[in-house]
């Protein structure tokens, strides 16, 4: 019998004009890469060694591809933001966070889901393929689905 347990991920992005306005005025879905290190913490929980969860989420301008070896991001914009909320649907988790119009502006290429505001353990890692320009006149919902298969 050959059981094998799998965490995929994908990052759902939703850009939205921040006077106003319920639809947004940018979408993206990407996949990410559940990181090396994101595993092993994973392990950790599953064992009871660790009860720190993934509740922050940081955002970076670089567009170096992801590696099982990453632990960070690679260029870092502004700090982490706590994720707004986290909750389970069958076997996916959906950790989402909320950039309001002050937050973390720059040019977003890079996204990772971690368990402190700073250190810690990245789960995963994301590169955009289109650079999300972040600025005072928008909001960004960022929403990191990790399905276990």
């Not at 005025?25 to 929980?45: A, P």
Request: neutral net charge.
């Amino acid at each position: 019998m050959n059981w094998n347990i799998i965490l995929e991920g994908r990052v759902r992005i939703r850009v939205h004009k921040s006077l106003g306005g319920s639809k947004p005025i940018e979408e993206y879905t990407i996949t990410n890469l559940v990181v090396s290190r994101g595993k092993s913490h994973i392990c950790d929980l599953l064992i009871g060694a660790s009860t720190e969860s993934f509740a922050y989420c940081g955002v970076g301008s670089s567009d170096q591809a992801p590696s099982p070896s990453d632990t960070d991001l690679i260029q870092p914009i502004g700090s982490r933001k706590q994720v707004t909320d986290r909750f389970r649907s069958g076997c996916t988790a959906t950790f989402s966070t909320f950039f309001s119009s002050q937050d973390n502006n720059g040019v977003w290429r890079e996204a990772g889901l971690f368990t402190s505001q700073s250190g810690g353990v990245m789960l995963s890692r994301a590169v955009f393929p289109t650079p999300i320009v972040k600025d005072e006149t928008k909001t960004i919902t960022l929403d990191w689905d990790i399905t276990v298969d």
